[in-house]
């Protein structure tokens, strides 16, 4: 069986000192991609650069996280923009814009909604113009989002730990769209269900280390070696054998990022 990590910031300050390592396990876990997302330039850089430095192995997706719009430092936005419109055609590392999106609770005044909203809107534009797919995070803005993805002409969207509401989730299928969940599918009623309204030809895997997670892995580094946990979570859920459903997942993974693995 081969497994596949969407969605993990490799460049968080957690993750210093501990990259080998985390190489290494996947590896042994037969984690065979990992898609290394950005929250803003300077994680883009380092994303792209571990996409380099372990090639085949570790993908990068850049971009400027709703939680760090009020934060830009002066021209960070432009910056941004210019590194990936440099690295985002050429370089076969880069898969995706991520991890973008709107989060209310990070934007509360009316001039940081405006914001982000525009930081967002740059971020779907290089998306369109470099034929990228798109990692969303849609936290209390799925339909706000919905409605700001119609005005694009994308080639997917990949909306990572949804988790409400499960009566938008027949919009987002009927897109085309793909659906990632992680480790709390072990445990979460919340995310089984979403889990069991998605088809699995729309759904994929992801750990969004470094957020630590409860039972069974509570007090554990978080890890693309969680991955295996999460097929086979999915696997119970729909009553598809495990290998079944790794199967599915890598190929959804590779119609995701168009890299032939
Ligand atoms: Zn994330």
Redesign the pocket.
């Known amino acids: 069986m081969k497994f596949v990590d969407v969605?993990i910031?490799l460049s968080d300050s957690e993750y210093y000192g501990k990259i080998s390592e985390i190489v290494e396990n996947a590896k042994q876990t037969n984690v065979v991609a990992m898609v290394s997302?950005s929250m803003n330039l300077e994680t883009s850089r380092a994303s792209l650069r571990l996409a380099e430095e372990h090639s085949g192995l570790v993908y990068a997706a850049l971009g400027i996280?709703p939680w760090n719009t009020s934060q830009l430092a002066s021209n960070e936005l432009e910056r941004t923009i210019d590194f990936v419109l440099q690295n985002g055609v050429s370089n076969e590392k880069v898969v995706a814009i991520g991890?973008v999106g709107l989060d209310p609770q990070y934007a509360k005044r009316k001039e940081q909604k405006d914001l982000q909203a525009k930081v967002f809107h740059e971020m779907l534009r290089l998306a369109e113009k470099l034929t990228l797919p798109v990692i969303v995070?849609s936290r209390w803005s799925t339909q706000k989002i919905l409605d700001m993805l119609s005005s694009y002409h994308l080639r997917t969207v990949l909306w990572?730990?949804f988790s409400s509401p499960t009566e938008l989730l027949p919009k987002i299928v009927e897109r085309g769209n793909y659906v990632s969940e992680g480790p709390p599918t072990v445990f979460s009623t919340r995310i089984q269900e979403v889990v069991r309204l998605v088809p699995l030809e729309n759904l994929l895997t992801e750990t969004?280390g470094p957020?630590r997670y409860y039972e069974p892995f509570k007090d554990k580094l978080t890890t693309p070696a969680f991955i295996p946990e999460v097929v086979k979570a999915i696997g119970e859920i729909k009553g598809v054998k495990e290998n079944e459903v790794a199967e599915q997942i890598y190929r959804n993974f590779v119609n995701f990022t168009q890299i032939g693995l």
Do not use: A, L, R, T
């Open positions: 969605h910031h997302n996280h991890e995070h990572h730990w969004d957020v």
